[in-house]
């Protein structure tokens, strides 16, 4: 059960995080204030059974943060 506990603590670290901001008054095309782990753990922490594909990642990020959406497919890109 660790990583339960695990997740609930990083689910209240992006609670505390977004307080605060204000979603409305910001442009859509300004960058969300989070990092890509804590969008990923957004997007699994709000699925039912707590995972997800890369593509459910994806289409989640795209859905609830406009700033991906505007900018296409180059953010999804792993560069190594």
């Known amino acids: 059960m660790h990583s339960s506990k695990a997740l609930s603590l990083v ?3 992006l609670t505390h995080s977004a307080q605060g901001s204000n ?3 910001s442009s859509c095309y ?5 990092s890509y782990v ?3 753990m957004q997007a699994i922490l709000s699925s039912p059974d707590k995972q997800l594909t890369l593509s459910d990642i994806y289409a ?4 609830h943060f406009p700033f991906y959406r505007a900018t296409g ?4 890109v ?3």
């Open 30 to 34: 300004t960058k969300p204030p989070y």
């Open 60 to 63: 989640y990020i795209s859905r």
């Open 78 to 80: 792993w560069n190594m």
């Open 11 to 13: 689910n209240s670290a």
């Open 23 to 25: 979603p409305v008054a």
């Open 73 to 76: 497919k180059g953010w999804q």
């Open 38 to 40: 804590q969008l990923i």
